[in-house]
């Protein structure tokens, strides 16, 4: 599982829920459900907090849970999502493990 932290201590992700936004939040490497394996440093984004809050808003609405796909619609796209929104490299591709309970966390400064 990836995640995203930017402006804080919390990692942002995505996963399945029968209803609601798929979107949810942890503190930095404390979620139970799986193990945390490393942080990686993609780089600065432009965005304010206040514009990294609004881009939250929009992703929990576009990223409802009932829509997760293992394949085609998973944590890793909403990660590179959220990156490219942010304006900072995708998650590498050395990260992208499906279906094994570790977590990464991408860092945007």
Do not use: A
Not at 14 to 24: A, D, I, L, P, R
Not at 78 to 102: E, H, M, N, S, W
């Amino acid at each position: 599982m990836n995640f995203v932290q930017v402006y804080g201590n919390d990692e942002w992700s995505y996963g399945y829920c029968e209803q609601g936004t798929g979107v949810f939040s942890c503190p930095s490497g404390k979620n139970p459900m799986y193990t945390y394996r490393e942080k990686i440093v993609l780089g600065k984004t432009d965005c304010t907090i206040f514009m990294v809050n609004q881009i939250l808003r929009e992703l929990s609405r576009e990223w409802p849970g009932h829509t997760y796909d293992l394949l085609s619609k998973n944590c890793n796209h909403f990660c590179d999502v959220l990156c490219d929104r942010l304006g900072v490299p995708k998650i590498p591709g050395k990260t992208i493990i499906v279906g094994i309970r570790v977590c990464v966390c991408v860092y945007v400064m």
